[in-house]
C-alpha cells in the first residue's frame, strides 16, 4: 500500500499541475515578482493562499511559531526570519508586508504556561511575544485573543526597526498589515491604528494598517506602545 503522500504526490503532478504549468513555467522564465511579504504562523490551521485567494507567484511566505519578527539586533546569527525580511524587501521588492497571528495560537497560550525544558529554543523564541502577554496567571479566551492581537501589533513595530522597512515606509514605498485570522468564523480581523483595534473585514475598509498613526492619537496607546485592542 503506497503512503498516502505519495498518492497526493502523484495526483497533483499527473491532474493538477497541468492546469498551472503555463503560469509556472512563466514564473520560471521571467522570475518571481511577488508582491506581498506574508508573515505568518507556522499553524497548520491557517492557510494563506486559500484565505487570499493568491495565485502562485504571488505571496512570499515566512511562517514561524508565533508569527514572530525577531530584533534587528545586528547580531549576524542564523536568523531566518531576519534574512528573509530583508530578501523580500532588498531583492524582491515587495510593496506590502502582512504579520497574520490567528485564534487558539499555541505560541500565544505558551506565554502563560511551561514550555519542555528541552525546548530551549523555543523558550527563547517566545520571548518575542512576551510583551504582549497581559498580567493574568490564567487567561481567559478572551485575554488569549487580545494577546494574540496585541503580538500581531508588536511585531508590526519592530519590523519598524528594520532600516530597509522603515525607509521605505516612510516614503510610502512599502505598507505594513496587522492580521488577526479567527479559524472558526473563518475571517481576518485587520489591525486599524486609527481606532486602535481589529475591525472584521466584512466591517473594514481597507487590509489593515501598520502600527504608527498618520495623526495623533497617541492618548489611546498603553504603556507598552501596544494600542489597547478590541475585537
Ligand atoms: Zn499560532
Known amino acids: 500500500m503506497p503512503d498516502d503522500l505519495l498518492l497526493r504526490l502523484r495526483r497533483f503532478h499527473d491532474d493538477a499541475f497541468p492546469r498551472y504549468q503555463a503560469h509556472f513555467r512563466e514564473l520560471v522564465a521571467e522570475g518571481q515578482r511577488p508582491l506581498t511579504l506574508f508573515i505568518g504562523c507556522s499553524d497548520s490551521r491557517l492557510v494563506p493562499h486559500l484565505l487570499t485567494g493568491a495565485e502562485p507567484g504571488e505571496l512570499f511566505l515566512v511562517r514561524n511559531v508565533g508569527a514572530f519578527v525577531p530584533p534587528y539586533d545586528q547580531s549576524h546569527g542564523f536568523h531566518g526570519t531576519a534574512a528573509a525580511i530583508e530578501f523580500a524587501v532588498l531583492s524582491l521588492g515587495v510593496r506590502r508586508i502582512i504579520v497574520c497571528g490567528h485564534t487558539?495560537?499555541?505560541?500565544?497560550?505558551?506565554?502563560?504556561?511551561?514550555?519542555?525544558?528541552?525546548?530551549?529554543?523555543?523558550?527563547?523564541?517566545?520571548?518575542?511575544?512576551?510583551?504582549?502577554?497581559?498580567?493574568?496567571?490564567?487567561?481567559?479566551?478572551?485575554?488569549?485573543?487580545?494577546?494574540?492581537?496585541?503580538?500581531?501589533?508588536?511585531?508590526?513595530?519592530?519590523l519598524m526597526d528594520y532600516p530597509m522597512v522603515r525607509e521605505r515606509v516612510e516614503r510610502g514605498q512599502l505598507t505594513l498589515h496587522g492580521w488577526h485570522y479567527v479559524?472558526?468564523?473563518?475571517?481576518?480581523?485587520?489591525?486599524?491604528?486609527?481606532?486602535?483595534?481589529?475591525?472584521?473585514?466584512?466591517?473594514?475598509e481597507h487590509v489593515g494598517t501598520g502600527p504608527y498613526l498618520p495623526c495623533d492619537t497617541e492618548a489611546e496607546l498603553d504603556a507598552s506602545g501596544i494600542p489597547f485592542a478590541d475585537g
Open 104 to 158: 487558539h495560537c499555541g505560541a500565544i497560550r505558551a506565554l502563560y504556561s511551561e514550555v519542555p525544558r528541552e525546548a530551549q529554543n523555543l523558550v527563547r523564541w517566545l520571548e518575542l511575544g512576551r510583551d504582549a502577554a497581559l498580567p493574568v496567571a490564567e487567561p481567559s479566551e478572551e485575554a488569549l485573543r487580545r494577546t494574540e492581537q496585541r503580538a500581531v501589533v508588536l511585531q508590526l513595530e519592530r
Open 183 to 204: 479559524i472558526e468564523d473563518g475571517e481576518i480581523h485587520v489591525f486599524d491604528v486609527g481606532c486602535g483595534g481589529f475591525v472584521p473585514v466584512s466591517r473594514a
